[in-house]
């Protein structure tokens, strides 16, 4: 009876031992791939093509403040008070043809007889006059104005530099392009237009994107592409047969 109770717990251990080894197995591979999910070195991470290479949310692209809430129609009401407001502007002194000192001058002249109508009437009703509140402009936001355009100007001026330096030729034949179609809408409108269909632009073509943004993100994709292979045909006929300018003289040993 002993020998055969001592063979049972033998066999009883035996088995212990397997299924504690297979458990301990099954945690392993179990660890094994939580950590391969949480490390991301180890999954293959397929980079999604982003038009502008932009890799932030359009939201902040565009500074995420005020600006942003009111191109990408956060706030509808003031997205919408600045569209009509800019049309009516628009229709203003481009279709009625009204002029920007004249409509400065009409309106001071109305504030202006408002007022004093009701300086009158309130002195001759209370036998008082009225307090007419003193207008004053903070000095702040214009500064703040002044100080973002120095830099935005700075900016540009840097990377034009940068551009007639000759470095890169593709941002010089963009640039140009650029310009030159800028230089033709220009001369089919006025300054006043163009800015109108800036603003406009602005209101529209942001909310668009970010509600269609992969579509539109793999067209770019697929046009970027033949692009390329353009301007690859492009350079090996034409750019490649330029002759290149002298090479600098070797630094003296």
Not at 17 to 34: A, G, P, R, W
Not at 191 to 205: A, C, D, K, Q
């Amino acid at each position: 009876m002993a020998e055969h109770s001592e063979s049972d717990s033998k066999g009883e251990s035996f088995m212990d031992t397997i299924v504690e080894k297979l458990h301990s197995d099954d945690s392993s591979s179990s660890s094994f791939e939580s950590d391969s999910d949480k490390n991301p070195k180890s999954s293959v991470k397929t980079k999604i093509f982003r038009l502008f290479g932009r890799e932030k949310p359009l939201h902040k692209v565009f500074g995420g403040g005020k600006p942003a809430d009111i191109f990408l129609w956060r706030n509808k009401k003031i997205s919408a008070g600045v569209l009509v407001g800019a049309t009516a502007i628009w229709i203003l002194f481009e279709l009625v043809e009204y002029h920007l000192l004249t409509l400065v001058c009409h309106i001071l002249i109305l504030l202006l007889a408002t007022l004093f109508l009701w300086s009158n009437a309130t002195t001759f009703i209370k036998k008082s006059s009225p307090h007419i509140p003193e207008v004053q402009l903070p000095e702040e936001p214009f500064l703040e104005v002044a100080s973002a355009l120095r830099i935005e100007i700075n900016r540009a001026l840097a990377v034009l530099r940068d551009i007639a330096s000759g470095k890169d030729l593709k941002k010089f034949l963009g640039v140009v392009v650029g310009l030159w179609i800028s230089s033709i809408l220009g001369s089919c409108c006025n300054f006043l237009t163009l800015l109108y269909i800036s603003v406009v632009l602005l209101h529209t073509v942001p909310v668009l994107y970010e509600k269609y943004g992969d579509q539109v993100d793999s067209l770019s994709e697929k046009a970027m592409i033949e692009i390329k292979k353009q301007y690859a045909v492009f350079d090996s006929k034409v750019l490649s047969k330029i002759p290149k300018g002298p090479l600098k003289d070797k630094k003296r040993a």
